[in-house]
């Protein structure tokens, strides 16, 4: 895929599969500045909604996607760079693309603005609406999200109890747990009361399997994360990794591709093998010079390699 100023991938999502992302607001403008961010500190923190990128482009993108590619994709997803709910015109966005193509829409957002009824009426038309909730306690709040100043989680949570009550569709809750800060049998207690007044399809849980934006933000063991798990009951999963037979892509500028991908998460040589389409053996052609050029990097994390943007490559 090439010559594409808002779309990226398809990438390969947990929870999604095939996803051809849709970056709504420049890297990084959003409402928090979470620990656990895999791609880095947020630059503009705010909760100021305005049409950051222009809504006939983003469309007419799509439309030529659709046209000149043939890579399957699973979902379009409107997430990106940034909180997408702070594009004032996201109503109008999936409007465009439902008239477009039946593929289901999916709104990846943090769930900071549901407080704003306009907010709320913006998403009524996506197919899947994933939030996350990462704590209820105000003090544990400040602490993994950062909000920007003007949100509480008071409001955050109201807010997503009211759209539960006016969106028909799915919403797959999901809370991402880190050592020592929101995994105490306090909070846990407390997210549960929360989550059962939200009541959302599908609780997901996850912990930091990718390079964050604070080193010092770690991940839950396996062991742990079970026990959350059974904690929360029946509607809880644990997202597993994607892991599907990649399939082939149309010709295009592979090293721009990759780029474009990593500017947007960090990935394992296996997930961007996976996403694109093209074995491991052969990805290496392209990451070496890559690398010797400074426009990517590696990064241990885990027990694991990761690849990520270089700096002289981030926005």
């Known amino acids: ?71 399957p994709i699973d979902h379009i997803s409107l997430s990106g760079s940034g909180e997408p709910t702070l594009h004032s015109q996201i109503r109008s966005i999936i409007e465009g693309i439902k008239a477009i193509t039946s593929i289901p829409i999916a709104v990846i957002t943090n769930g900071s603005l549901f407080y704003e009824e306009e907010v709320r009426k913006d998403l009524l038309g996506a197919d899947i609406v994933l939030p996350s909730l990462d704590a209820v306690s105000s003090e544990v709040f400040m602490i993994i999200n950062r909000p920007c100043s003007g949100i509480s989680i008071e409001k955050v949570i109201e807010g997503m109890v009211e759209f539960r009550k006016v969106y028909k569709g799915q919403i797959w809750l999901e809370i991402l747990f880190c050592k020592d800060v929101n995994d105490s049998k306090e909070e ?110 590696t990064r241990i994390f885990s027990g694991s390699i990761y690849y990520e943007i270089g700096e002289n490559q981030r926005e």
């Not at 620990?35 to 305005?50: A, E, H, L, M, P």
């Not at 390079?211 to 904690?231: N, V």
């Open 1 to 71: 895929m090439k010559n594409f100023k808002y779309l990226y991938g398809p990438v390969p999502s947990r929870r999604l599969g095939r996803s051809l992302g849709i970056d709504l607001v420049p890297h990084k403008i959003c409402t928090y500045d979470c620990i656990y961010c895999q791609i880095g500190n947020t630059t503009d923190k705010t909760f100021v909604r305005k049409e950051y990128v222009p809504v006939k482009k983003v469309l007419e993108e799509v439309r030529r996607f659709l046209r000149e590619e043939t890579t």
């Open 188 to 297: 846990l207690l407390k997210m549960k009361k929360t989550v059962d007044r939200i009541q959302p399809d599908r609780i997901h849980l996850n912990t930091v399997v990718r390079p964050p934006s604070e080193k010092w933000a770690a991940p839950l063991k396996q062991k742990e994360m079970e026990e959350i798990q059974t904690f929360f009951g029946e509607k809880a999963s644990i997202i597993s990794e994607f892991d599907r037979h990649p399939s082939s892509m149309p010709e295009r500028d592979i090293k721009e591709e990759i780029l474009k991908i990593l500017k947007r998460r960090p990935l394992t040589p296996s997930d961007l093998s996976k996403g694109m389409g093209i074995p491991q053996n052969e990805l290496d052609q392209y990451i070496e010079p890559l690398t010797q050029e400074g426009k990517i990097k």
